[in-house]
């Protein structure tokens, strides 16, 4: 299961996170807490950021996922919203026993969850395949394209004060894309990341 988070600001739980993105075998979600009602399905919307955070919880845990995957999720998205969690007063229990994520501490954080297995795929593909790829960052964008062919949805990010109307399904496009990617990437590489458990 891969998921992607948005928000306003990028320094860790300064600013709510604006929603969610989900994507699994035959599951793919948007939860969020901003904008207009979506036309889209797989949008969900809700209250406020405490009930979607609580959702996010639930999904992961009815989806039964043997492993969560993101990109950056160690170093962003995974300390965003155990933060994002503490600020709203409520548990992000994401181990299958209810407990919160934890980080151990090195040059960088190392999110863990009790009884899944959390892969950030860009350490991954950092450690070992950036020496053999092309591309000019090892940012999302330039790694799908160079590993699927694909590139991420095209998307001016600005203050969600600023986006409106319409503008509103494309970020939703924007979000659940990355998740997208992220799930394929994860597919594709998971033979080799087998191979180095096994040695």
Sequence with gaps: LAYDIECDEFEIG????????????????VLT??????????????KDEEEMLEKFVSYVHAYDADILTGYFSDGFDLPYLRARADANHIKLGLGIDGSKPSFSR?????????????VDLLRFIRNVYSQYLQSETLGLNDVSYELLGEKKEEWQHRHSSKVHGKEWDEYFKYNLKDSDLTLRLAEKIWPDMLEFVRI
């Design 14 to 29: 300064k600013s709510e996170i604006l929603w969610i993105s989900l994507v699994g075998e035959g599951f793919k979600k």
């Design 33 to 46: 807490w901003k904008g207009e009602k979506a036309k889209e399905s797989y949008v969900e919307n809700f």
């Design 106 to 118: 090195g040059r960088m954080l190392t999110g863990r969850i009790k009884g899944i297995v959390h």
